[in-house]
């Protein structure tokens, strides 16, 4: 079976499956989103959340919590208020986390060349911590994650331990931080729109497209491409000036995967 049937072959059964999320369906604001990408031949998302808040209640690792052994106390995909959390955390037996987790979208890439776009994109609209990885079986994974998150505990073996001015302030950051992923979201939306109809006309001209193969957006450089998304660049540029470039991880898989 060639690459682009076996592609296909994995999209189809990919879309098919049920959604297994806690919430059972794709999350109001990344919606648009999964669907341009799985509108498009070489692409198809995996998995997706759109950004939360959450409260868990379970036992800690240092501060490595393990979400599967943990009681979900509260979450939501929106702003959240002090009372709904005040009101969870008086359920909490254990050591109660309170965590804001950003978008996180997983994309199963035709090709290289299709991730490395999608990669672009993605670093370019905010989301720096962005990684591809690549199984020797041929299948191309792109997660798109930033590192904007939050991760405060709360309270300890059921005892609240902050007071509910801090919770206050902690909920003012985590809705701040919350809206800054919308708005990337918004952003990566619209770049991902504009450079898929680049590479449209570029594909539809083979000519143009080996004369600007030296300046392909395909590989993300140091020097960021200035045409993959005009604005959004520029948008984002005092946010990331401060930021190590990431370039682009690849993984390699053993061969099982």
Not at 36 to 61: K, P, V, W
Not at 167 to 174: G, P, V
Not at 182 to 197: T, V
Request: charged letters at 30%; proline letters at 3%.
């Amino acid at each position: 079976m060639d690459r682009n049937a076996e592609f296909k072959r994995w999209k189809a059964q990919g879309l098919s499956k049920a959604d297994l999320s806690r919430k059972g369906s794709v999350d109001e604001d990344v919606v648009e989103l999964v669907q341009l990408l799985n509108g498009r031949e070489q692409y198809f998302t995996t998995s997706s959340c759109a950004g939360r808040i959450i409260l868990l209640d379970g036992n800690i690792n240092g501060f490595e919590v393990q979400k599967q052994n943990c009681c979900w106390l509260l979450v939501t995909h929106k702003p959240c208020v002090k009372d709904d959390v005040i009101v969870a955390l008086k359920k909490a037996n254990g050591d109660a986390i309170l965590k804001f987790e950003p978008l996180i979208l997983h994309v199963q890439c035709r090709q290289l060349q299709d991730a490395q776009i999608l990669h672009s994109v993605a670093i370019d609209s905010g989301f720096r911590n962005s990684g591809i990885t690549v199984g020797k079986r041929g299948k191309t994974m792109l997660a798109i994650r930033s590192t904007h998150g939050l991760e405060v505990p709360l309270s300890h073996k059921g005892k609240l331990m902050v007071t509910e001015e801090y919770i206050d302030f902690l909920l003012k950051i985590a809705n701040q931080k919350m809206e800054e992923n919308k708005k990337r979201i918004e952003r990566f939306y619209n770049c991902l729109q504009h450079a898929l109809e680049k590479e449209t006309i570029t594909n539809s001209h083979p000519k143009e497209k080996i004369k600007d193969k030296n300046n392909s957006s395909y590989t993300h450089q140091k020097k960021r491409n200035p045409e993959a998304c005009g604005k959004c660049i520029e948008e984002n540029d005092k946010e990331l000036e401060n930021d190590d470039d990431p370039g682009i991880s690849v993984t390699i898989f053993p061969e099982d995967y």
